[in-house]
Structures are given as structure tokens and as C-alpha cells.
């Protein structure tokens, strides 16, 4: 079981050897809903409708998510520090702490979720017609919160210690057997959209196992245990250290959750559920296609935070200036594969070709600038890496909440641009919003440079060699 030494090692290296098992398994992570959606829309006479119904579910799914990064990303690059300190009781608290807020966090989402399901998706424009596939698909779904919470808030632990391809394996048990399960639900049994959620949750529920057995075994560095009362009661400051700096990550899912809830209700409006599902095959594009910037951006992240924990300012900004140009050369790539080949990604996921000619023109306007995606990663991982709470919270917000919903609504609406004002919203704030986060990533890096004692430091020793 090779290790990542983020200590000595090449910086683009350990880069690599975190982002690519991390790339690996965020793809097939993703393939939990993108697997769900391909073979729900191929549901004989019901998929289109279906697709659309589940696709209403999104922002709770998105919701869980934001909550489990809040934790899980929020702890992970507080470890990576005090490693990099060589506070070795610190990070084993913090791993520590995380776990219990997943696992409180997970019983009380799962609780309020299938209490409230259906008044929310009411709330979020569900008709009768959709609700019929959307609530049962939900309840089934909502079942597997604590095990989608450990596998996926945990994970960043694992490679956070060097263990990337083990984290990698992590997913791939859960991704391998949904793959496998869903056909066998969806079709073989005639469950249907609720057969979909069944597969979903045994594979999460694989994942999880999978997880706690390496976390909890002896070839873990820091082995994870369930915190103590005495513990608990102790626990308050690391905490709100976790949560402090995970809300960004929070804000960044739940501002998507928001972003969705608007943009369903515009379209349904506007368009019809014709459009809601048209934004679903969109967003599970974005997703397919944002995957490798986050995994590299990730993969990036416990470099850089643990270079700054050991003050050495050279790999931090080594760190920061690979991350940047591979996640930017990727993106280049991939938008002109949509501009030449839209047709080609939407039937990945739809083979309904009433509606090619709604979605390509939607496809191309939301991904018009999708090359200005590397700016707002960047920016935001390099803020969460070093702990700088309040920039990463603010950009999470300012992307989303404030350009992309008031967008969402003034261009149909205000400036009657009708379904392209709902699809143009989302380029619109790439420039802004990504822009805006990478130039104070920048100015921020300067300053922090020049005045940070753990760079003054390293400098010290340096100069004393």
C-alpha cells in the first residue's frame, strides 16, 4: 500500500499520485446519480417524464452533499496543517471530531427528510404528475444519508494521510456495485425509479464499510474512534474550527441546491417540464464534466495545506501554479468538445430525440465559458487550503446566490429572454464570479507571503542553511 510523502516528495508527484486515484473515484462516484438518471430516462413510455421528476430531488441530494463537505471538507485540510506541524494529536482530534459531526448531522437529515419530504418538493414546484416518481424515489433515497455522509465526508481523510488510491478504492466497491445493481432493479425486477434508490443506497452503504474498515484498521495512521462523552464535551472549539471553515463548502452545494430550485421554477414556468428536463441532462453534464477540475483541485489541496502547516512557501506556490495550469488546459479541451460534439454528450444520457432540438442550443449557452470554471476552483481551493474561512465563504455565496439566481429570474423575466435568460445565467457568472475569486486568491497569496510567521519561518531556516 504505496503512501503519498507529502513531505519530500516531487511536488507535481504528489499532486498526481492524490488527483488521479481521486479523479478515478470521483468519477464513479458520480456514476451513483449519473448511472440512476441514464437508466431511469430509458424506462419504457415514463423515462423523459421520470428523469425530470427525479431531477426535482436534485437540490435535496445536493443538500446532503453540502452538509457532508461541511464536515468532511471543512476537516480534512485542518488535518493536513497539523500533520504538516507534526501535531499528531490534533489531527487524530479532528478526524475524530468530523466523524461525530457526520454521523449526528446524517441521523437528523434522514429524520427531517422523510418527515418533510413531500411538502418540500411541493415547495420546489413538483406537479402531482412528477410526484408520483419524485417522493417515492426520495424516502428510498434518504435511507442511505448516514452511509452517503461517512463514505463521502470521510474519504478526504484517507487521502489527506497519503492514501489515495486506497480512498480511491473506497468508491469504486460503492460505484462497481450500483453499476451492477441498477439494471437489475430498475428493469430485471420492474421496480422501476424506486429500484434506481435501492441500488443507490446498498452501494453507499458497500462504501461506507469499505471506509470504516480502513479508518478503524491498523494500517491507518491515525485510526479513527468513536469520540467518548468526556470528549464530546470538549469538542465545541474544533468544532466550530470544522464547520467555520467547511461552510464554504457547504455554501458552494447549497447555493448549487439554490441555484436549481430557481432555475426548475423558471423553466417550469416558462417552458414546461419539457425544459426541467433538459436543465437535468445539463447539470448531469456539468457535473461529468467538472469532475477531473475537482479532483485535481482536491488532489492539490492536502499539498498545499500541508506545506503550509511545515511553512515551506516554495511547494505551496508550486503547488498552486501546477494545479492551475492543469486544471486550465483541461478545461480548454473540454470546451471545444462541447462545442463541436453536443449531441453526442446529451445522448449519454437521453435517447429521446424529440428534445435534441431544445437541449443543444440550452447546452451550448450554459457552457459557453466554461473555461472560466479554473478560476473559481482554483481560487476556492487554495482559500479552504489555508483555513482563510471568510474568503472561501464569501465566494461560495458570491457566484451563486448573488449573480446566478437574480440572473436567473431578471433575464426571462425583466429582459424577456425567456428559457435562454435561465441558461445564460450560469456563463455569466463564470466570467464575474470566477474572476473575481482568482484575483483576490492572488492579492491574498501576496500578502500572506509577506506576513505569515509559518512562511517568515521557513524563510529563517532557510536563510540560516
Keep these: 500500500m504505496k503512501q503519498v ?238 464547520t467555520g471553515l467547511g461552510t464554504a463548502a457547504f455554501m458552494t452545494q447549497f447555493t448549487n441546491a439554490v441555484v436549481q430550485i430557481s432555475c426548475n421554477s423558471v423553466l417550469s414556468d416558462v417552458g414546461g417540464d419539457i425544459y426541467v428536463s433538459v436543465m437535468t441532462i445539463v447539470n448531469s453534464a456539468r457535473q461529468m464534466m467538472e469532475t477531473p477540475i475537482v479532483a485535481i483541485t482536491e488532489g492539490a489541496s492536502p499539498v498545499i495545506s500541508y506545506n503550509y502547516g511545515a511553512g515551506r512557501s516554495d511547494r505551496v506556490k508550486k503547488s498552486i501554479i501546477i494545479m492551475v495550469a492543469i486544471t486550465f488546459a483541461y478545461t480548454i479541451c473540454i470546451w471545444a468538445l462541447i462545442r463541436f460534439f453536443p449531441a453526442q454528450i446529451i445522448g449519454i444520457f437521453s435517447n429521446d430525440k424529440t428534445i435534441l432540438g431544445d437541449a443543444i442550443p440550452a447546452f451550448n449557452l450554459y457552457f459557453s465559458t466554461f473555461i472560466f470554471m479554473v478560476f473559481q476552483y482554483s481560487g476556492q481551493t487554495v482559500f479552504k487550503s489555508f483555513g482563510k474561512k471568510w474568503q472561501a465563504i464569501f465566494f461560495s455565496l458570491f457566484r451563486k446566490v448573488i449573480i446566478v439566481v437574480p440572473l436567473t429570474y431578471a433575464l426571462p423575466y425583466l429582459f424577456n429572454r425567456g428559457i435562454n435568460g435561465v441558461f445564460a445565467a450560469e456563463p455569466v457568472s463564470n466570467v464575474i464570479g470566477g474572476m473575481a475569486c482568482f484575483i483576490t486568491m492572488l492579492i491574498t497569496l501576496n500578502k500572506i507571503f509577506k506576513k505569515d510567521p509559518h512562511f517568515n519561518r521557513f524563510d529563517a531556516v532557510k536563510r540560516s542553511e
Excluded at 28 to 37: A, E, G, Q, S, T
Excluded at 67 to 85: E, K, Q
Excluded at 114 to 129: A, C, H, K, N, Y
Design 5 to 242: 510523502d507529502f513531505k519530500n516528495g516531487r511536488t507535481l508527484t504528489n499532486i498526481l499520485a492524490a488527483a488521479v486515484p481521486m479523479l478515478v473515484a470521483q468519477i464513479l462516484n458520480l456514476l451513483y446519480n449519473i448511472v440512476d438518471r441514464i437508466y431511469i430516462a430509458r424506462i419504457p413510455e415514463k423515462g423523459t417524464v421520470a428523469i425530470g421528476a427525479v431531477g426535482l430531488c436534485f437540490p435535496i441530494v445536493i443538500l446532503i452533499t453540502a452538509f457532508t463537505n461541511m464536515f468532511g471538507s471543512g476537516g480534512a485540510p485542518l488535518f493536513s496543517i497539523a500533520r504538516g506541524r507534526g501535531d499528531n494529536k490534533e489531527a487524530c482530534a479532528l478526524q475524530n471530531t468530523s466523524f461525530f459531526l457526520l454521523l449526528v448531522c446524517g441521523v437528523i437529515l434522514l429524520i427531517t427528510g422523510e418527515v418533510f419530504g413531500r411538502p418540500v418538493l411541493s415547495l420546489f414546484g413538483t406537479s402531482d404528475s412528477a410526484m408520483v416518481y419524485a417522493l417515492p424515489y426520495l424516502r428510498i433515497y434518504l435511507l442511505g444519508t448516514i452511509f452517503t455522509m461517512i463514505a463521502t465526508g470521510m474519504n478526504p481523510f484517507i487521502t489527506a494521510q497519503g492514501f489515495s488510491v486506497i480512498a480511491m478504492t473506497t468508491i469504486i466497491v460503492g460505484a462497481a456495485a450500483n453499476i451492477i445493481l441498477d439494471p437489475v432493479f430498475i428493469f430485471l425486477l420492474g421496480l422501476g425509479v424506486e429500484g434506481a434508490a435501492i441500488a443507490t443506497i446498498i452501494s453507499q452503504a458497500l462504501s461506507a464499510i469499505y471506509v470504516l474498515r480502513f479508518l478503524l484498521g491498523n494500517k491507518c495512521d491515525y485510526r479513527l474512534h468513536l469520540m467518548n462523552i468526556e470528549e464530546i464535551r470538549n469538542c465545541g472549539p474544533r468544532a466550530a474550527k470544522i
